[in-house]
């Protein structure tokens, strides 16, 4: 993964979600076709206070404008990124 999309996630997830991530922490899942269709996460990465959080939504998805970033919590699973959709200015 480009160094500048795992900057840029981290910096989407502090800005939407409100949480501080270690970009060195970030790793690809390289889950498989039926582990995706299990909810795998894609991604992983280590959130100050949280542990571990990740996404069944790939990075270069997530950091796109069009989408809000929320968490939501899993129960015994790592917290979940997931992404809204937004108007075309990045609104909701």
Known sequence: M????VEKLV???HDDVGLECYPSTFYRTRAGKHQKSA??????IEAKGHGYIGSIYPASECIRKE???ALIDNGDRNPEII??????KGEE
């Not at 480009?2 to 999309?5: G, R």
């Not at 909810?39 to 992983?44: D, E, K, L, R």
């Not at 992404?83 to 075309?88: F, I, L, P, R, Y």
């Open 2 to 5: 480009a160094k500048e999309t």
């Open 11 to 13: 910096k989407k997830i």
């Open 39 to 44: 909810g795998a996460f894609v991604w992983i």
């Open 67 to 69: 989408y809000k970033l």
């Open 83 to 88: 992404t809204e959709k937004t108007n075309s």
